[in-house]
């Protein structure tokens, strides 16, 4: 019994490894894809939806406001409470960017579980122009983001475009370690599945369509009650004939975690979310987490072959992390996070398949099979 388990750990080691590799290879090409030139430059109105003081909110949304475009730009910012710190925030960018077309919306209507969905609702009406931007408040962008966005919305066959995110980390021991699960994890996992044809991703970091497309697939009314509202969004571009392309560059996803329980929660709704996407494809990822299953060798008896294995397991996934760093011009991570960030990652991976209760801003919600929010009561 026993070494038929070391054997299957040590499969699935093999099996990490390859992944390993592949992603190295794969995100290298993906990177060294040259973007498309832009040929026009339309009119954008950028939706921001904000709820508190997030960290380093001010900078992320500066980023917006700094933007190297020669068409016009409208950014709509959307809170839901008149006390919101974050209405401060906004009221100094006024202020910073006096040239810019900026406008605050505070709305408390609710049109669904969704609170996001709900505050992109309520801002919607006052959108000026053609193309739309949907963009979180944690995401931070270079000066050609939007010039480097039309130029792929203007491909032919092309109904939205969502952008990869890397991350970028405060001090905490916590933002790094969610630091190095983006950078290490999520990014290179999703640019593999790009890559074979087996993703069909849309992130919430930029969802970018035509106005005209928005209203076809019926405003953002028809994603009120969606866990997965990207996800959702994505869905809905690709039923209408055309793709949600995914450019070659990324663009910056702020990790604000400032406690354990902060960053537990927070990766056990995304991890939760993925599930109920891709049951089968998120099953099947288990193959990814090769240092577990080293260990896990290690402990069913396999001796030296085990510790050769887990070495180089941890070789592996610090040289994926520098190629990742390099190819995206990346700053360097903590190396040495790396174990004890993919023990967590796999503590996620289990923890996701037991319940599918999530935490959300501050309130409870479960998730349903049609990947629609459910509030939780409180004796559930």
């Known amino acids: 019994m026993w070494s038929w388990l070391t054997i299957i750990c040590l499969i699935a080691v093999g099996l990490s490894s390859l992944h390993t590799g592949a992603a190295a290879i794969l995100v290298g090409r993906f990177a060294r894809r040259k973007t498309p030139v832009r040929i026009e430059s339309p009119s954008v109105t950028i939706l921001k939806p904000l709820c508190g003081d997030e960290s380093e909110l001010e900078k992320n949304l500066t980023s917006f406001c700094a933007q190297d475009y020669s068409g016009s730009v409208q950014i709509i910012f959307g809170v839901q409470a008149s006390d919101?710190?974050?209405i401060a925030i906004v009221n100094a960018l006024s202020k910073k960017f006096p040239g810019q077309n900026l406008d605050l919306v505070v709305d408390s209507r609710l049109h669904?579980?969704?609170?996001?969905?709900s505050n992109l609702?309520?801002?919607?009406?006052?959108?000026?122009?053609?193309?739309v931007i949907l963009a979180d408040s944690d995401i931070r962008v270079g000066p050609d983001y939007i010039v480097n966005i039309i130029a792929e919305l203007e491909r032919p066959g092309v109904n939205g475009v969502t952008c990869l995110y890397h991350a970028l980390a405060s001090r905490s021991l916590w933002s790094r370690l969610s630091a190095l699960g983006i950078d290490t994890h999520f990014l290179p996992n999703v640019v593999v599945g790009l890559s074979l044809g087996l993703a069909q991703p849309c992130f919430g970091s930029t969802i970018a369509l035509r106005r005209t497309m928005l209203a076809r697939i019926g405003g953002m009314e028809a994603f009120a009650n969606d866990m997965a509202d990207d996800y959702a969004l994505g869905a809905a571009l690709r039923s209408q004939g055309g793709e949600v392309?995914?450019?070659s560059f990324t663009i910056g996803h702020m990790c604000g975690e400032r406690s354990w329980s902060e960053l537990w929660r927070h990766e056990l709704r995304w991890?939760?979310?993925?599930r109920s996407i891709d049951p089968a494809g998120y099953a099947a990822s288990v193959v990814t987490h090769g240092l577990p299953w080293a260990l896990l060798a290690a402990l069913f008896g396999g001796g030296a072959v085990a510790m050769v294995a887990m070495l180089l397991v941890v070789v592996s996934r610090i040289l994926l992390c520098r190629r990742?760093?390099?190819?995206?011009?990346?700053?360097?991570?903590?190396?040495?996070?790396?174990?004890?960030?993919d023990l967590l990652s796999f503590t996620v991976f289990i923890?996701?398949?037991?319940?599918r209760s999530v935490t959300w801003k501050g309130s409870s919600y479960r998730m349903e099979a049609s990947l629609a929010l459910k509030r939780r009561s409180a004796s559930s």
């Open 84 to 86: 919101d710190p974050a």
């Open 112 to 117: 669904g579980l969704n609170r996001k969905v």
């Open 121 to 131: 609702v309520n801002m919607a009406a006052r959108i000026r122009h053609q193309v």
């Open 245 to 247: 392309a995914v450019p």
């Open 271 to 274: 991890a939760r979310t993925i």
């Open 324 to 341: 990742i760093e390099r190819a995206f011009g990346l700053r360097p991570h903590p190396y040495w996070l790396l174990p004890i960030r």
């Open 351 to 355: 923890a996701s398949f037991i319940g």
